[in-house]
């Protein structure tokens, strides 16, 4: 089955800088990528996706790029503020097989902002 | 509102009991989706089901049993058989059929303790 490593588990950076965050995954069939961002004590909430057919994609001070044949994909996020501090979440899905609508997620990693 | 209703919030269990978490959502979802969220491990797959009467074990399925007997409603059932239940789960619902992949909508959360 799928498998979805992330990398790093906690990120700490200065208020105005940029954080990325990568992940790399083992089924070459997944064909959605999106990247989620949890607050303590609340479910996660969906900020940015991407699928197979396209190599980058970017909203605001957010953007995601995917790389097929690595298999992996990064979330970029510039220009970074004290809210962006949570914890951020990448998966992987596709629509076929035997696991079909499987959505697997990475390890998550806690992103600090230090105004 | 649409939205995907998670209940109770908190749940005390004493060892040796069953409990059942609730999870509704009134967003016409085909799909619905059981993590077990615990520090450091990120979000693992319970159970998920892409349509009425039909559910998968996802990663971590021993001890915990659900069903699906409404699109609406997908029931987590933790059994005394799970040796070490106290976490946060968390339901999710998406729309998969017809090969969509789309934003997965979570729950808030219940966070369960065994005392």
């Known amino acids: 089955g799928e498998n979805v490593e992330q990398h790093p588990s906690t990120l700490s950076v200065q208020e105005g800088d940029s954080a990325v965050i990568k992940c790399t995954y083992s089924?070459?069939?997944?064909?959605?990528f999106p990247w989620y961002k949890q607050e303590l004590g609340k479910g996660p909430q969906l900020i940015i996706d991407?699928?197979?057919?396209?190599g980058e994609k970017k909203d605001q001070r957010i953007a995601v790029t995917l790389n097929k044949t690595a298999k992996h994909f990064s979330l970029h996020i510039t220009e970074t503020q004290p809210e962006d501090s949570a914890v951020y979440f990448c998966?992987?899905?596709?629509?076929?097989?035997?696991?079909?609508?499987?959505?697997?997620f990475g390890q998550g990693t806690i992103l600090t902002v230090h105004p | 509102d649409g939205g995907i209703t998670q209940s109770p919030k908190y749940l005390f269990r004493k060892e040796g009991q069953n409990v059942t978490l609730s999870c509704e959502q009134n967003?016409?979802?085909?799909?619905m989706y059981w993590y077990r969220q615990d520090p450091g491990q990120g979000l693992r797959l319970i159970y998920y089901?892409?349509?009425?009467?039909?559910?998968q074990k996802g990663d971590i399925a021993e001890g915990y049993s659900v069903s699906r007997e409404k699109k609406e409603s997908f029931p987590l059932t933790v059994t005394s058989a799970q040796k070490n239940p106290t976490a946060f789960y968390l339901c999710?619902?998406?729309?998969?059929?017809?090969?969509?992949?789309?934003?997965?909508?979570f729950g808030q959360g219940t966070r369960l303790t065994v005392v």
């Open positions: 089924d070459s069939a997944s064909n959605y």
């Open positions: 999710a619902s998406r729309i998969v059929a017809g090969g969509m992949n789309t934003e997965a909508f």
């Open positions: 991407i699928r197979s057919n396209v």
């Open positions: 967003l016409n979802h085909d799909a």
């Open positions: 998966a992987a899905s596709w629509t076929g097989g035997t696991s079909y609508g499987k959505l697997t």
């Open positions: 089901s892409q349509i009425v009467n039909d559910f």
